[in-house]
């Protein structure tokens, strides 16, 4: 059975860092691609960050490109955010995602058949 666990997030100021880590297990072979979204009080889950492999390419929202990075991690299946001048608007629950197979778009959350429970990020102003 596949398992999605995130760690990190917490509180931080407005123009601070976290650092989101997400791991999948429980199937052989690497992800498709993974994923995080968020979503914050009263609002629909949002996309954020995604990364593929085969061809490896990283994806962004544009709320969040050129502030948030996305990569790999050893071992298989581990990847990291990195959030870098945080906003209030980035506060919001995260979740890690993944797919195992087919490829398809991965901006999508319903792409994704696997999901961690989430993690807190609060960015006070």
């Known amino acids: 059975q596949v398992q999605v666990v995130e760690s990190g997030g917490g509180l931080v100021q407005a123009g601070g860092s976290l650092r989101l880590s997400c791991a999948a297990s429980?199937?052989?072979?690497?992800?498709?691609?993974m994923g995080w979204f968020r979503q914050a009080p009263g609002t629909e889950e949002q996309f954020v960050a995604a990364?593929?492999?085969?061809?490896?390419?990283?994806h962004y929202a544009d709320p969040v490109r050129g502030r948030f990075t996305i990569a790999e991690d050893n071992p298989q299946n581990t990847l990291h955010l990195q959030m870098n001048h945080l906003l209030p608007e980035d506060t919001a629950v995260y979740y890690c995602?993944?797919?195992?197979?087919?490829?398809?778009?991965?901006?999508?959350?319903?792409?994704?058949?696997?999901w961690g429970r989430g993690t807190q990020v609060t960015v006070s102003a």
């Open positions: 995602a993944a797919r195992f197979s087919g490829h398809t778009d991965p901006t999508l959350a319903v792409q994704y058949p696997y």
């Open positions: 429980g199937r052989p072979g690497s992800a498709a691609f």
């Open positions: 990364i593929s492999w085969n061809p490896s390419r990283t």
